[in-house]
């Protein structure tokens, strides 16, 4: 199934979250616009590669020569071997793991690479215009596209990980406050046990989920503010784990209590 979509707040955590849950195969485009001013070091066109739910390769390049570059701007190789890498590389072997097994690249520096594409993906989630087209691997092949392999480090991460750590780095929250669940809203587990590690804070927020704690009283426990417990809160949210809740009053009803008059 293709979706095509104009790129809001929240459309990358969402389709992370559905990557993740269905374990899908295919490649994520993300065109920037031209007006988008959000973050100024990323321009054009990026492509974002899964496997069976997991991030497996970034790329902004066309020519998928992206890999290749950085690892020419840590000179790290000489340029009659990287000019050489796309007929050197075998057929379906990612170029990170061809160049480990020849020992010309190290776990640490295919590691560090990856981890530098992945702060590039961590990026595109701050952008609040663009637009998106997410392709499955089988729609893909039928148009003769294949998993770019020169594009791949060997290394991989879940889709549900990456929208986390995509979400915690997140420099400043105030443009989504009308996304912010209310202060008098309780929480709810969604998950049996969450499938990543939480941060303390997270943790605190997550075991107090439980439909009658509201976030205020969260606040004072933790004694953190109320902004941070909403930001917290609304971050597990969009990852899937909880829901917001409607917390009934407990005050007594006027009508059964009210003087008749007689």
Not at 58 to 65: A, G, L, T, V
Not at 127 to 153: A, H, K, N, V, Y
Not at 236 to 245: A, N, Q, S, Y
């Amino acid at each position: 199934m293709t979706i095509l979509s104009n790129l809001e707040p929240f459309s990358l955590p969402e389709l992370f979250r559905e990557i993740a849950a269905e374990q899908k195969s295919g490649r994520l485009v993300i065109k920037i616009l031209s007006t988008t001013t959000e973050t100024s070091t990323l321009k054009g066109i990026y492509s974002l590669w899964f496997q069976n739910g997991y991030l497996v390769a970034i790329s902004d390049r066309i020519n998928y020569r992206g890999l290749i570059e950085l690892i020419e701007s840590f000179n790290w190789l000489s340029p009659l071997i990287t000019k050489k890498l796309r007929t050197l590389c075998p057929p379906e072997v990612p170029l990170g793991v061809y160049l480990y097994q020849n020992k010309l690249l190290t776990r640490e520096q295919l590691s560090l690479i990856f981890q530098l594409q992945l702060h590039q993906v961590y990026k595109l989630f701050q952008l609040e215009s663009g637009q998106f087209q997410f392709d499955e691997l089988f729609e893909l092949q039928d148009r003769l596209f294949t998993i770019p392999w020169l594009e791949m480090t060997g290394h991989r991460m879940r889709a549900i990980q990456v929208s986390m750590y995509a979400l915690r780095l997140i420099p400043n929250w105030d443009r989504f406050k009308e996304y912010f669940p209310e202060p008098i809203s309780g929480l709810r587990s969604l998950v049996a046990q969450p499938p990543l590690k939480l941060l303390p804070l997270e943790r605190e927020i997550w075991n107090l989920a439980d439909s009658r704690t509201c976030l205020s009283e969260i606040a004072q426990k933790s004694q953190q503010s109320i902004k941070k417990i909403q930001v917290t809160a609304l971050r597990l949210i969009l990852l899937g784990l909880l829901e917001e809740t409607f917390i009934k009053s407990e005050s007594p009803n006027l009508e059964e209590n009210s003087d008749d008059g007689s």
